[in-house]
């Protein structure tokens, strides 16, 4: 069992979607602001109030496309359907999340109607309704323009769609926190990271192994599709990194927390910019710079989160090399634990199996003679290196397993 936080994990990946290049910056973090001031208002009780935050935290992870986020971007959202029925299908997996992936499916329902949903007025959930109406304050937000000189034609807008867009309730408790100064200024980006700290609610929940996996498994789905070419990296990782670690005596807690290492070591991508991360030729040194970053924003994601220390451990490590010429911590021979050399191992070999921008999933003699280079090199554990030889046709079949070979060129973004 793992003693954790469940709003610190959400807040997180909260964080994670607003780095990255798909969003709009501070977008979750604002929108859970909104919605929670709102939820207040209508006096919505505690538990209730705290799911309407979560959901806004992490209300568009279904997005996929730049162009997606322009759609939203004005004010009468065009076609936005599509990334909500993909963050249903991210989160209600798990059953920790189900109830945010409801929430999240109807968050642009019209109050009025039609909706692809099916559902209207009071079919619609209320969280939905309101993570609705903050969503579209966000669109109206200029970042460039003071936001005390905005508020008064945001609210206008706002009213003028009262029955119509929006939820009247809803829309009477938006008209009345639009009152206070401190509303508008909660979300001004000087001042949002200390909002969201002070009002993220604390929910220490103890998880079983099965649940902390469903849960990860939601947020490698996102971190996976930003690219098809790595579309079930971070799934491999963590299989291949459960084998191994198995084979080098790890217990079973061990195994599953390096399993759940695996889904999240490269949770930092998020943030890394799509045409970096699927570029069809070799990076630059500058893009190489910017995608080195991950590793470090990996590491900056997960460390203030209760229960996952081995995570910490074992994940955002996974490019350091043993001669000290790794990332981003430069860490060096015995200050890479086993674990950590586990990682680095299994990611190195899944990315060799996989297909890239610019060549395609190498076979068992091209894998294993970079490999050994690297052994040889000091850059990964021989050992390590030596089981990887010794099992490879069993690492291989857990590839092919989750997701065979031949079809991971073709299938572009996974169907959840
Ligand atoms: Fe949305
Ligand atoms: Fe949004
Ligand atoms: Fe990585």
Known sequence: MIRTDLAEIITSFAKALDLSSNGIAYHHQTVALIALAIAEQLEIPGHDRDTIFLSALVHDAGIRT???VGGLLVFEDKNPFNHCKQGYE???????LHSLAHIILHHHDRWKGPNPSGLTGNEIPIASNIIYLADRVSALMHREEFVLNRSHEIVKTI??????MFNPLAVDAFVEVAKKDS???????????ESITRKKPRQMV?????????LVSCFSRVIDSKSPYTHMHSVTVASVAGFLARKLGFSEYEQAMIKVAGYLHDVGKIAIPDSILNKPDKLTDQEYSIMKKHAYYSYALLQNIPGLELVLAWGPTHHEKLDGSGYPRRLKGGEISLGARIMAVSDIFTALIEDRPYRAGLNKEGCLAIMKELGDSNHLDQLIINLVEQYYGSLLMIKEQIFPITAAAQCGYPKF
């Not at 103890?206 to 469903?214: A, C, I, K, M």
């Open 183 to 193: 509303f508008w200024l909660d979300v001004q980006t000087e001042f949002i990271v």
């Open 66 to 68: 730049q162009g997606e």
């Open 206 to 214: 103890t998880l079983s192994v099965q649940e902390l996996t469903e």
């Open 159 to 164: 009213v003028q769609s009262v029955g119509t």
């Open 90 to 96: 991210i989160f209600s997996p798990s059953t920790l």
